[in-house]
């Protein structure tokens, strides 16, 4: 454009928000740690406070931050600095900022694995994939898992430098409604295998017993990392978006396109466990960061045409893994570039470094650096609970406050008013003054005294 101000980039419109929010969200959170969290935390009991709190919490916070980010035309630190020049606002700012250094470096390890998978069903080797022991050996070997590890690094790094991240984002639209129908024929595959009924039951049927607290710190710190909230992502959206596009509903369509993805990865892999894992069962289901790696293989394995099933499902995955973590390090990169005045290749170089160290400790905290812990956990477990479960709870509280004490409910009303009418108000002031602020206080204390060992997880 040739005007005196260089115009801020936008979206084509509400398809273009939604789109390329929903390819922020939808990712390795949906697919990789939503269900290995609910078979965790007790299946329906979890699932049933994670669509409560993303109704309600969730939407509040998407709402809130686009809205500011249109409003201000900034990304996060510019948005807090534009309503108050108090250290908070700073804090407020970097913390947002901060938390997706902490993650995509992890984040590529979790790519890493994915590639390795993809490149395996490729040549052919899905029966290997299957058998119990090849994820640990897998992840257990130092120099195979940092390969793949670096291999997505320089993916991500390649495609942010060579600013290409549209193209990828193009390619994503074809990618995501495919991972979608290939989902829903792999869900319908496992929930009608002998023994997975079970496991239907286990996800839709709340066993209220097994709620606790922990139930709640876990879905909350799940909902963050999945709708890629608190961590200025979607400042920075809003700050793309028009003025005419509705907020409200948009923001609604990413919740439950989010949700219903996740969902359907659960449905993928939770029968799965009961159908295949035999007397493993109970023990799968607690398998953590593994479950999606050491299940899906055995459900390929015996489906027919399993290879082509996994080659283009890793593919896919491969795809919303990589838009997730683009967007990201993109963040991450115009943050070092606006507020470090870097430029973009120093920030980007910089944010590589970033991603070699963390990213490795990760993968290293699966064999050679096995026995390390910090506060009872290895590295990449703790790197997630750092972010996840501390970080993103003050970094939120940060936006309420900064609502609350600076902007005013009044500039977040108004400005989704400025497209449509904001039919939930009422719900919405509600939320950010009370719900949002009590429960933000509740979960980060709790994530706390869980880490000091005084509450168990
Ligand atoms: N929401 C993404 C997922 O669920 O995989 C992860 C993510 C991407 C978080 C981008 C934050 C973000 F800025």
Redesign the pocket.
């Known amino acids: 454009m040739a005007s005196e101000k260089k115009e801020r980039a936008s979206f084509s419109g509400r398809l273009g928000y939604v789109l390329a929010t929903a390819g922020?969200?939808?990712?390795?959170?949906?697919i990789w740690r939503f269900p290995y969290l609910a078979a965790k935390y007790g299946g329906g009991i979890f699932i049933l406070v994670y669509i409560i709190l993303a109704a309600t919490f969730g939407y509040t916070m998407i709402v809130t931050e686009t809205a500011l980010g249109r409003k201000t035309r900034k990304s996060p630190v510019g948005a807090f600095s534009f309503f108050t020049k108090k250290k908070m606002g700073a804090v407020g700012g970097w913390m947002n900022a901060v938390i997706?250094m902490i993650?995509v470096p992890y984040?590529s390890v979790i790519g890493g694995w994915v590639l390795r998978y993809f490149v395996e069903y490729v040549r052919g080797n899905g029966a290997s994939l299957a058998e119990d022991t090849y994820f640990s050996g897998f992840i257990g070997n130092a120099a195979g898992s940092e390969i793949f590890f670096l291999i997505f690094a320089a993916l991500n790094i390649l495609v942010i430098g060579m600013g290409v991240n549209g193209g990828v984002e193009r390619v994503s639209t074809v990618m995501m409604p495919s991972l979608i129908v290939l989902a829903v024929i792999v869900a319908v595959y496992s929930v009608t295998r002998p023994g997975a009924l079970a496991g239907v039951h286990y996800i839709f049927v709340p066993d209220f017993s097994k709620f606790s607290i922990m139930t709640v710190v876990a879905a909350m710190g799940q909902m963050f990392?999945?709708?890629?909230i608190a961590?200025g992502?979607l400042y920075t959206y809003g700050s793309y978006m028009k003025d005419d596009v509705d907020v409200e509903s948009s923001s609604y369509q990413v919740v439950l396109v989010d949700s219903c993805v996740a969902i359907l990865a659960a449905l993928m892999i939770i029968p799965s466990v009961f159908a295949f894992s035999g007397a493993d069962a109970a023990q799968n289901l607690q398998a953590g960061p593994s479950l999606l790696f050491i299940t899906l293989p055995k459900v390929f394995a015996s489906m027919a045409g399993g290879r082509i099933f996994g080659i283009l499902f890793f593919l896919m995955v491969l795809f919303a893994a990589l838009t997730?973590s683009i967007?990201?390090l993109e963040?991450s990169v115009s943050t070092l570039e606006d507020e470090a005045h870097m430029n973009r290749t120093g920030a980007t170089v910089f944010m590589f470094a970033v991603m070699i160290v963390l990213g490795s400790l990760s993968s290293f905290g699966y064999n050679i650096l096995s026995g390390a812990r910090i506060v009872g956990m290895q590295f990449l477990d703790f790197f997630d609970f750092l972010s996840n479960s501390l970080m993103m709870p003050i970094s939120a509280f940060t936006t309420c406050l900064l609502v609350l004490r600076a902007a005013g409910v009044r500039v977040v009303i108004d400005e989704v008013g400025k497209s449509s009418k904001f039919r939930m108000r009422k719900m919405y002031s509600l939320s950010i003054r009370y719900f949002a602020p009590v429960l933000l206080v509740i979960i980060f204390l709790s994530s706390v005294l869980s880490a000091l060992g005084i509450i168990s997880m």
């Open positions: 922020s969200a939808v990712g390795l959170g949906n997706p993650i984040y990392y999945s709708l890629s961590m992502i997730s967007s990201l963040t």
